[in-house]
């Protein structure tokens, strides 16, 4: 398995203070950040695009793994930009689109690596069909940071584990802090989001440290 990493999600952070609150975190050693970026069509909210990423990519270089998580209906119409934006990671809902395949093939082409999200409630059959970099099991049904996790999740993490073999990375998101974090290492994942845990804590850097230090053990 690679190495456990914590992905916090500018989805909780201050918008207003972005590139600050990312600062943040990359000096309390975060290495990966993630962006949720929503349409309001597979999902209820809308949030942030390409221009977000590329904003990033230009303030803080190679220093960051850009985690682009998808939750957007017919993802394939926005490969290309997601990937000229200088995302590094491009995840997207298996629900969303018809062609897993073939828009896991688009993201590989631009050299960027690829990842298929599950919602909850969706099994993991996509799993046997498809390889990919990086396989994302919803701990919560996406759309909203803050909510709880879902607590039958680390069976299906064990599963997934089971079905994508050791070397593809297995993200988890939502609900994920302190106390959780641990749980998910246990069940097989490696890659681990974190919004409202780390940026609606009075202190991010120390919440990113405390949720690190649970999941390496
Ligand atoms: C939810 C998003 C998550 C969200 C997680 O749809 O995909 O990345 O930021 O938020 P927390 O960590 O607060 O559950
Ligand atoms: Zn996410």
Redesign the pocket.
Known sequence: MSSIEIAP?I??ADFARLHDQVATVVEAGATWV?I?V?DGVF?PPITMGPIVVSALREAFGDRVVLDC?L?IDRPERQVDAFAQAGADVITFHAEATAHSHRVVQAIREHGVKAGIAVCPGTPLGVFEEVEVDLALC?T?N??????PFIPTSPAKIERMRALVGPDVALEV????DARTAPVVVQAGADKL?????VF?KPDPAAAFREIEAAARG
Do not use: E
Request: no cysteine; charged share 5%.
């Open positions: 999600s989805l909780s993630h949720d929503m999902v998580h939750m919803m919560v996406p759309g909203w940071g803050g909510q998101d939502g609900g994920v989001v974190a919004g409202s845990a609606s």
